[in-house]
């Protein structure tokens, strides 16, 4: 089992920034890479950014390219998001994932491909 707490949400005007973070535990030696997912009221969870623990190699949903960066601690065995040029239609609820399936393709960035996940932070963006 891995455990992932996930912290650092907030309110945040539009424009602003805000660093999440994930700190994994447990069996965290079987995991392959771990993911950012938010989900708005009434939305599908939607993949945000990604990256391999090994290699550090990142991948970036299309809608936060540019904006938002992964990057991770292995030491610490922690992730981060760091969100930059908040939108309003950035506000959702964020989770952070671990996967043990190895392989990060344009077809297997989905949830699905996930094992664990934590138990979500609220992001707001105001206007």
């Known amino acids: 089992q891995v455990q992932l707490v996930e912290s650092g949400g907030g309110l945040v005007q539009a424009g602003g920034s805000l660093r999440l973070s994930c700190a994994a535990s447990g069996r965290t030696f079987s995991s392959y890479g771990m993911g950012w997912f938010r989900q708005a009221p009434g939305r599908e969870r939607e993949f945000v950014a990604a990256?391999?623990?090994?290699?550090?190699?990142?991948y970036y949903a299309d809608s936060v390219k540019g904006r938002f960066t992964i990057s991770r601690d292995n030491a610490k065995n922690t992730v981060y998001l760091q969100m930059n040029s908040l939108k309003p239609e950035d506000t959702a609820v964020y989770y952070c994932?671990?996967?043990?399936?190895?392989?990060?393709?344009?077809?297997?960035?989905?949830?699905?491909?996930?094992?664990?996940w934590g138990q979500g932070t609220q992001v707001t963006v105001s206007s």
């Open positions: 990256i391999k623990w090994s290699t550090g190699n990142t």
């Open positions: 994932a671990a996967r043990t399936s190895f392989g990060f393709t344009a077809q297997t960035m989905g949830a699905p491909w996930y094992d664990y």
